[in-house]
């Protein structure tokens, strides 16, 4: 493997050559949990389906604290391969697999424990109770998998390569696929053998991703001295990534309780709402992607004391979400609901979704800019401010608006879904106005 590339050459190049393969993993991560329901969908009742279904958020949840938390990593190691600080970045890697090995061992634990408890929290349906409390209790056995599958994702993108992840996650999800046919469709395991398939594919991945680095190393020497857990290291990678995995956790709590407003629209807006967020999702794959990568790329810039070299990846990012971001917007506009159809063959629910979609959808223009933001300031280390824009953004803005929209009388899905865009706008304007004062401070 090489790295230190993104410290070289152009930066438009380097920066989307870099981003493209995570915009391939992101998408089949996001097809990762929909494989698994279309296969007990197609071989299972209702229950196992639902169980799959609430017990796939949970984890997916999860999943995502974890991968905010592996920015810490990404971010730590990305500063010491951009000042060729290996002895550093070596006790890095060694720190990165040992606090996420523990927290695997702690979170597996954890999550059999409490498994039925978490059924009940999620309100999973009588009929469904079982066999969702032990989809979430398989994969919380096997959750050291995953956590090591997205700490070693982490890592590789520190040091500049963005494509060995898109190959683990390919492997995953083929195994993921077999394992689903074999175990659901052939010897009927239901819910139980969907679970059993995610964490298999997470493990092959992790083993795979040990061959890959065995054989090809990470770019730089490892002293055998060196590779070894350090605590000020294990501090540095939570001082950057526990802010992101806050972040990640209360957002989705706040999208959870935007949907519970919702929800008392009715039935058939209420699963049109459900129909554009899975779009909506979809759509910020791009944008997310970027943000990912000039992340890495700033944090591996900021290391080699090229400051502009970093900036200028934000506006590249910029320019490339801005683009992709207006060509969804009228599409979602214009054709919101032939995409729904994708989604739902009810015409009222596809309407309901494009009515949103409509409103909802300006966010892919202007979220962009944000998230390009964000990236930077990752890269910089400033992963505490990232998040706190975004808690307040959320709480002070998304929130509140969708609340007090809902409680108009008469009052249309298109208009609620302004409370999106309004959030990202505020919170472009803290995070310019932060940039400002960061650069009147230098």
Not at 73 to 87: A, E
Not at 176 to 187: E, K, P, Q, S, T
Request: aromatic fraction near 10%.
């Amino acid at each position: 493997m090489q790295n230190s590339i993104l410290t070289q050459g152009s930066v438009w190049k380097k920066l989307l050559l870099f981003a493209f393969p995570i915009m391939g993993a992101n998408l089949l991560q996001a097809m990762y949990g929909t494989v698994d329901l279309m296969v007990v969908g197609m071989f299972a009742d209702a229950a196992k389906v639902s169980a799959v279904s609430t017990g796939g958020m949970t984890i997916q949840t999860i999943t995502g604290i974890i991968t905010g938390l592996t920015m810490g990593c990404t971010v730590q190691l990305g500063h010491s391969i951009g000042m060729k600080d290996y002895k550093t970045a070596s006790r890095t890697v060694a720190s990165s697999l040992a606090l996420f090995a523990a927290l695997g061992i702690l979170l597996a634990g954890l999550i059999a424990l409490l498994a039925p408890a978490i059924s009940t929290v999620m309100n999973a349906p009588a009929d469904a109770f079982r066999d969702t409390t032990g989809y979430i209790r398989i994969c919380g056995m096997g959750i050291l998998c995953i956590v090591l599958f997205n700490a070693i994702s982490g890592m590789l993108r520190g040091i500049g390569d963005s494509r060995t992840p898109l190959i683990l996650m390919g492997i995953a999800c083929a195994s993921n696929i077999l394992g689903d046919l074999l175990l659901v469709g052939v010897f009927s395991l239901g819910s139980d053998g969907a679970a059993i398939a995610t964490v298999a594919a997470q493990g092959i991945s992790v083993l795979a991703s040990a061959l890959i680095v065995k054989r090809k190393g990470l770019g730089f020497e490892m002293n055998p001295a060196d590779f070894r857990p350090s605590r000020s290291e294990t501090w540095k990678v939570l001082q950057y990534g526990l802010p992101i995995a806050a972040q990640e956790t209360l957002t989705g709590i706040s999208f959870m309780v935007i949907l519970a407003i919702l929800n008392t629209f009715g039935l058939v807006a209420s699963a049109g709402v459900g129909v554009a967020e899975k779009m909506c999702g979809l759509m910020f794959i791009i944008p997310g992607a970027m943000m990912a990568a000039v992340s890495a790329f700033s944090a591996q810039n900021i290391g080699a004391a090229q400051p502009q070299r970093a900036k200028q990846a934000m506006y590249v990012s910029m320019a490339v979400s801005f683009g992709i971001g207006t060509c969804m917007f009228l599409a979602s506009f214009f054709y919101g609901a032939p995409l729904a159809g994708f989604f739902s063959t009810d015409q009222a629910v596809c309407e309901a979704a494009a009515d949103y979609l409509r409103s909802y959808a300006v966010d892919c223009v202007i979220v962009g800019f944000n998230f390009s933001m964000m990236g930077y300031l990752n890269g910089l280390g400033k992963t505490g401010f990232v998040a706190l824009q975004g808690i307040l953004s959320t709480f002070l803005v998304r929130i509140p608006v969708s609340f007090f929209m809902s409680k108009i009388p008469g009052v249309s899905l298109f208009q609620v879904g302004f409370a999106t865009p309004l959030a990202t706008l505020f919170a472009i304007g803290i995070t310019v106005l932060y940039l400002r004062k960061l650069t009147n401070k230098a």
